[in-house]
């Protein structure tokens, strides 16, 4: 009677629906399948654009000048050195512009001083010059050897302006244009600034009567 009432019993479940049992399994099973919610893949922190290199390459920063002024990787041209110190200017790395500046500019410039005293007028001079103006559009004009394997010329122009005036608009702010001739000496694999002409005409004409170079280190 028993086996029967147990038989009677389970078919009586069967004949009346599936079991809890069995409608958890399918709940289950269609959790996973068709009719489920599709889980949106989470995308992350979205990326930010690179800071774009303030010397006018076209390149990012970290990809440009920022190797040179972290110590990382010394520029490898006399070009690449201009734009490595035309950047630090835009950001006020004073240390950088001290630093890649080649002693001879400081006989040149500061000739009645001690080496000590020019430095640190060097020093306040590029203080100066980086906090009181706001520099943009470097364009490299023309490159040119120097009369030895360690030396070189960048002719280049950029703009330049009072950051009094940053708060101006473009169009009323007094962007003076500026075009140089640099010449670069590479010591102990290093190119380093020594010194300069400023011309207020065609920068095709910046190769004319090169100073004399310095003898090699």
């Not at 080649?102 to 980086?130: I, T």
Request: hydrophobic content about 30%.
């Amino acid at each position: 009677m028993l086996a029967n009432k147990c038989s009677t019993s389970a078919f009586r479940r069967s004949a009346t629906g599936p079991s809890r049992a069995r409608i958890q399994l399918q709940i289950a099973a269609a959790s996973k399948g068709f009719g489920a919610p599709k889980t949106v893949p989470s995308k992350g922190t979205p990326k930010q654009p690179s800071e774009p290199c303030s010397c006018s390459s076209g390149k990012a920063y970290k990809n440009c000048c920022e190797p040179a002024h972290l110590g990382s990787s010394a520029p490898k041209t006399p070009e690449a050195a201009l734009r490595a110190r035309f950047s630090a200017f835009v950001k006020g790395n004073e240390q950088y512009i001290v630093s890649t500046t080649h002693h001879d500019y400081l006989a040149f410039h500061y000739e009645n001083k001690s080496v000590e005293e020019a430095r640190k007028q060097l020093e306040q001079d590029v203080k100066v010059g980086c906090s009181m103006f706001d520099y943009t559009g470097l364009s490299v004009n023309q490159t040119e050897p120097g009369s030895i394997e360690d030396e070189g010329f960048v002719a280049f122009q950029y703009k330049s302006s009072p950051k009094d005036q940053a708060s101006a608009s473009e169009e009323e702010r007094d962007w003076k244009t500026t075009n140089e001739k640099a010449r670069f000496l590479r010591v102990n694999g290093a190119w380093q600034f020594v010194d300069y002409q400023r011309f207020e005409y065609n920068a095709t004409s910046l190769f004319k009567d090169s100073p004399e170079p310095v003898p090699k280190q």
